[in-house]
T-cell receptor, first 116, second 113 residues
């Protein structure tokens, strides 16, 4: 069975600085997707970034980028120029690729605080 | 998000009572999912549906049942609520089996006293 591990329950960053959230996963599959979701206090689940396992290039979305190390089964999220609005719970998630049922497997989350 | 409405938004109930949560979507998405979110556990899959009347169990299905009689509605029922089912429940949808993204509802906070 696939598992997703986020080893940092809480992280803190100074406004305008850079922070990296860690995520590792375990799978025997070669085709899969990885995601980072943000959950602010409003409880809404917001997709931040996604990565297809077959793509070697790391995904980037504005200030958010990932470091995808397939062999190491690592998928970390880097937030550059941190803003107060980045404060939230962040979840790493895995999904089997191809034509699948599409169930997401989530990590336990990392609570990010941003200090002004 | 993608026209997903969860009702109720909040509910307080007593142990032993039946509870039904509703997820309604207007996007004609084929797949629908129920997750529960608990501190220290992230989100865990309860049940999912891959079509009308087609459902399957997820990781934490004990004590829950689901029904999907129409494409747009996915109901989650707690037959006899227990305090361990106090949680935030999220519904999610996906257009088809090749779509990458899941769309989430706003969640239902359920408290079982």
């Amino acid at each position: 069975a696939q598992t997703v591990t986020q080893s940092q329950p809480e992280m803190s960053v100074q406004e305008a600085e850079t922070v990296t959230l860690s995520c590792t996963y375990d799978t025997s599959e070669s085709d899969y997707y990885l995601f980072w979701y943000k959950q602010p206090p409003s409880r809404q689940m917001i997709l931040v970034i996604r990565q297809e396992a077959y793509k070697q290039q790391n995904a980037t979305e504005n200030r958010f980028s990932v470091n995808f190390q397939k062999a190491a089964k690592s998928f970390s999220l880097k937030i550059s120029d941190s803003q107060l609005g980045d404060a939230a719970m962040y979840f790493c998630a895995y999904r089997t690729g191809g034509g699948s049922q599409g169930n997401l497997i989530f990590g336990k989350g990392t609570k990010l605080s941003v200090k002004p | 998000d993608a026209g997903i409405t969860q009702s109720p938004r909040h509910k307080v109930t007593e142990t032993g009572t039946p509870v039904t949560l509703r997820c309604h979507q207007t996007e004609n998405h084929r797949y629908m999912y129920w997750y529960r979110q608990d501190p220290g556990h992230g989100l865990r899959l309860i049940h999912y549906s891959y079509g009308v009347k087609d459902t399957d169990k997820g990781e934490v299905s004990d004590g829950y049942s689901v029904s999907r009689s129409k494409t747009e509605d996915f109901l989650l029922t707690l037959e006899s609520a227990t305090s361990s089912q106090t949680s935030v429940y999220f519904c999610a949808t996906r257009p088809d089996m090749f779509a990458e993204k899941l769309f989430f509802g706003s969640g239902t906070q359920l408290s079982v006293l």
